[in-house]
C-alpha cells in the first residue's frame, strides 16, 4: 500500500531556533514530492516540488531535501518564525497516474517566543 | 492573485440535516478534486473531476455524498443526511491539469451536530 509517514506528529520550538521535519514514503513509482505548508483553518500552500533528480530544494528559509533510494526527504525550516506556527504536509505523486496523491498526516510546528 | 473560491468557512448543521459547499477553482484549471480533511490527519481525496467528468470518485461515500460540475467550473459537494463522523475540513483544490500543482481553496469547516 502506497503510503507517507511523518515525523515527528508534533513539534514546539523556540524563535530563531532551526528545525528538521520527515518524511518517509513507499509511494511507487514515484513521480514527485511536494511540501505544503498548511495553517490553522486554512488550506494547503505548497512550499517546495521535487522529482526523482533532484536532491535538495530551496525557497527563503525551507530546504527541502529527497533521497530517492531510501525513500526519505526532509524539510529544514531556518532561524523559525513565530509565523511558521502551521503543519506542514508531505505529499507524494504516482508516477504514470494523474490523480495518485498520497498525503502524510502532517508535523504540527509551534513556534514559541 | 488567483485563487481557489470555497464557500461557506464554515457550517454548522444537525445530524441528519442537508448541506452543501461550494468551490470555484482558478481559472482555465480542468481538474477540481474536493478532499476531506479529519484534524491531525492529511486530506484525503473524496472526488476528482476532469472538467465535467468525474474520473475518481473511488473513495466517495456515495450513500450520502454526491458531487457535480455541471458546466465544468465551479462545483458543489453535497451531503445528505450528515453524520456526526462527517465533522471536518472540506477542502477544494484545482490544477491546469491532473498532474500538475494542485492549488488549494481555504476550505469548509463543517461541524455537525
Known amino acids: 500500500k502506497n503510503q507517507v509517514e511523518q515525523s515527528p506528529q508534533s513539534l514546539i520550538i523556540l524563535e530563531g531556533k532551526n528545525c528538521t521535519l520527515q518524511?518517509?514514503?513507499?509511494?511507487?513509482?514515484?513521480?514527485?514530492l511536494r511540501w505544503y505548508k498548511q495553517d490553522t483553518g486554512r488550506g494547503p500552500v505548497s512550499l517546495t516540488i521535487?522529482?526523482?533528480?533532484?536532491n535538495t530544494k530551496s525557497n527563503g528559509r525551507y530546504t527541502a531535501t529527497l533521497d530517492a533510494d531510501t525513500k526519505q526527504s526532509s524539510l529544514h525550516i531556518t532561524a523559525s518564525q513565530l509565523s511558521d506556527s502551521a503543519s506542514y504536509i508531505c505529499?507524494?505523486?504516482?508516477?504514470?497516474?494523474?490523480?495518485?496523491?498520497?498525503f502524510g498526516s502532517g508535523t504540527q510546528l509551534t513556534v514559541l517566543p | 492573485e488567483a485563487e481557489v473560491a470555497q464557500s461557506p468557512r464554515y457550517k454548522i448543521t444537525e445530524k441528519s440535516q442537508a448541506v452543501a459547499f461550494w468551490c470555484d477553482p482558478i481559472?482555465?484549471?480542468?481538474?477540481l478534486y474536493w478532499y476531506r480533511q479529519i484534524l491531525g490527519q492529511g486530506p484525503e481525496l473524496l472526488v476528482q473531476?476532469?472538467?465535467?467528468?468525474?474520473?475518481?470518485d473511488s473513495q466517495l461515500p456515495k450513500d450520502r455524498f454526491s458531487a457535480e460540475r455541471l458546466k465544468g467550473v465551479d462545483s458543489t459537494l453535497k451531503i445528505q443526511p450528515a453524520e456526526l463522523g462527517d465533522s471536518a475540513m472540506y477542502l477544494c483544490?484545482?490544477?491546469?491539469?491532473?498532474?500538475?500543482?494542485?492549488?488549494f481553496g481555504q476550505g469548509t469547516r463543517l461541524t455537525v451536530v
Open positions: 483544490a484545482s490544477s491546469v491539469q491532473g498532474d500538475t500543482e494542485a492549488f
Open positions: 518524511c518517509n514514503y513507499t509511494v511507487s513509482p514515484f513521480s514527485n
Open positions: 521535487m522529482t526523482f533528480s533532484e
Open positions: 505529499v507524494v505523486r504516482l508516477e504514470g497516474s494523474a490523480r495518485q496523491l498520497t
Open positions: 481559472s482555465g484549471h480542468a481538474t
Open positions: 473531476f476532469q472538467d465535467e467528468s468525474v474520473v475518481d
